[in-house]
């Protein structure tokens, strides 16, 4: 019988992280102090983060640890399976052999438990008692919302509004889960204020609740800051997913020809393709491909500059493809990938030609999400089918062309809360949104003046 999975046993989930930092083509831009434009000091984030965390940030470490505490978790899902869609294949006719990581296997049906944990358990560990954050489409809300009650914490998720009313079993299962769960922009801090008194009826973005969440944290002293995406010590967190698709990938005798991921804030993306990126500067033709929604276009139509990571102002800057920190995209159901920047690690390999980027709009991948539910049985959030999207365009192309091809893409979650989506585009409800090109200039018109 043909092989439909790859599976690795507990005891070989890696023990440490894997930190690219150190195999970066060019030196990574430091994030910079807006009020001097120097360099940040990392004391200054000891506000909102324990130091554990910090030293992460700025590791040059090639591997990091990971806690046994940690380990023990992660090893009641992990690792997950490596599949072949090889029904896909079939249907789509195709030479090329197509696998993915399942990361919906996870709890919370998605790759960001794989962060959510390790910062639950350090915050922990330097007695913090309360954790506040932001959330998209809520699959980040739900793991971290998960990892406090693991490591007993409190939870307070600030969730962007278009989605908090889109999804409101995600709100269900963050509560389940003892979390407190509110839509942003919220009249409960500042940000969320300002935000309300220009547009009462503002969507949302991450880049508002970043700045809400933040608020909260830096504000109480028994409460820290987490995030689930575009900062380094999240991205090297979310390494245990391809380090063990490269062992599973040995297990399938075959080796990716072109690695694919979704891309919003860059996290599960680089979980999946990191630890190839010392295998391609070895000389291995690998392709490590971002997607990214037409609606938020960050790598294809921003720029490469110095941003605040979130739309008030509160971070420090980052340098990034960014579309602005004002920048507010379409209530798109792809709520993990509105955000208006790209984790700079991320950036700064797709500037440097390591990192290919592509977008579609949101009726392609869902077009694509339905014909691989209907091949493969699974249906996958709405964040991944852009993946899925791009994965059948390369598979189609190597039927085009004759050739063989392996695609390995990230399966970075299931859709199951995301009926409603799946509802409005079979309806025929669902339009695509292409962010003008004034809104876009209008936008970066908005950059701070720094590096």
């Not at 010392?278 to 790598?299: F, H």
């Not at 049985?377 to 993946?387: F, Q, R």
Request: net charge negative; with cysteine; aromatic share 8%.
């Amino acid at each position: 019988m043909d092989e439909h999975k790859y599976l690795l046993l507990e005891r070989d989930l890696p023990k440490s992280w894997y930190n690219v930092i150190p195999d970066l083509p060019a030196p990574f831009p430091p994030p910079l102090n807006p009020a001097t434009g120097q360099p940040a000091n990392p004391g200054d984030l000891e506000a909102i983060f324990p130091v554990a965390l910090i030293e992460q940030e700025v590791s040059g470490a090639p591997a990091v640890p990971i806690p046994e505490p940690v380990r023990e978790v992660l090893g009641a899902w992990r690792p997950t399976p490596l599949c072949r869609a090889r029904r896909l294949e079939k249907a789509l006719g195709t030479p090329a052999k197509v696998f993915y990581k399942n990361e919906g296997v996870s709890p919370a049906g998605s790759h960001k438990l794989n962060t959510s944990l390790p910062q639950a358990y350090f915050n922990k560990e330097q007695g913090v008692r309360r954790l506040a954050t932001e959330t998209g489409a809520g699959q980040w809300g739900s793991a971290l919302a998960f990892a406090c009650q693991v490591f007993g914490l409190e939870c307070m998720v600030y969730m962007v509004k278009c989605s908090y009313f889109q999804k409101p079993h995600r709100r269900t299962m963050m509560e389940c889960w003892g979390a407190n769960c509110i839509p942003s922009p919220s009249d409960r801090t500042q940000a969320g204020r300002s935000v309300l008194a220009q547009d009462p009826e503002c969507p949302g973005s991450l880049g508002i609740a970043i700045s809400e969440a933040v608020e909260d944290a830096a504000l109480r002293k028994d409460t820290n800051y987490s995030l689930g995406s575009v900062l380094n010590h999240v991205l090297l967190h979310q390494t245990v997913i391809g380090q063990e698709a490269i062992a599973q990938m040995k297990l399938a005798g075959a080796f990716p020809d072109v690695v694919i991921g979704c891309c919003g804030g860059g996290s599960n993306f680089a979980g999946l393709a990191f630890p190839f990126v010392p295998l391609k500067a070895g000389g291995k033709k690998i392709r490590l491909v971002a997607v990214e929604p037409a609606a938020c276009p960050t790598m294809t139509r921003g720029v490469y500059a110095y941003d605040f990571g979130d739309s008030s102002g509160m971070t420090p800057l980052l340098k990034m493809d960014t579309l602005g920190h004002t920048f507010i995209p379409a209530g798109i159901h792809a709520g993990g990938l509105r955000y208006h920047g790209m984790a700079p690690l991320v950036s700064l390999l797709h500037r440097s030609g390591v990192v290919e980027a592509v977008s579609y709009p949101q009726l392609k991948c869902f077009d694509a999400a339905i014909q691989f539910a209907r091949a493969e049985g699974i249906i996958v959030a709405p964040e991944t089918s852009h993946a899925v999207c791009c994965v059948i365009e390369e598979a189609l192309k190597a039927k085009e062309e004759g050739k063989e091809k392996v695609i390995l893409f990230n399966l970075s979650g299931h859709g199951h809360f995301d009926m409603a989506a799946y509802e409005k585009y079979l309806a025929g409800e669902l339009s695509d949104y292409e962010h003008p090109e004034e809104k876009i200039r209008e936008a970066l018109a908005h950059l701070p003046k720094a590096g």
